[in-house]
């Protein structure tokens, strides 16, 4: 199993930064990718940010330019650097973990941390 643990949510207002940062415990080395999800109130969790084993990219449109997703490999924390941001940035961030064993593939989740941006 995995458990992973977000940080560094908050308030801040439009145009600022924010790095949020998701520590991956337990059985990291089958873990094949992670990514950053986010929902906001009313609407349905939506892919953020993702990157593989081997370091492939991909974010949603709406935040190509400003977020940036990145891995320490060696701890195994994943982070989400974001810049300029927007109100409509504002939700619960969510990391995840696809891993896969003998059992096949599964996603874990985190708690979820919360980013507010002020207009």
């Known amino acids: 199993q995995v458990q992973l643990v977000e940080s560094g949510g908050g308030l801040v207002q439009a145009g600022g930064s924010l790095r949020l940062s998701c520590a991956a415990s337990g059985a990291i080395a089958n873990i094949n990718s992670m990514g950053w999800y986010r929902q906001a109130p009313g609407k349905q969790r939506e892919l953020v940010a993702h990157i593989t084993r081997g370091g492939t990219t991909n974010y949603a449109d709406s935040v190509k330019g400003r977020f940036t997703i990145s891995r320490d490999n060696a701890g195994f924390t994943l982070y989400l650097q974001m810049s300029s941001l927007k109100p409509g940035d504002t939700a619960v961030y969510y990391c995840?973990?696809?891993?896969?064993?003998?059992?096949?593939?599964?996603?874990?989740w985190g708690q979820g941390t919360q980013v507010t941006v002020s207009s």
């Open positions: 995840e973990a696809t891993y896969t064993d003998a059992l096949g593939e599964r996603d874990y």
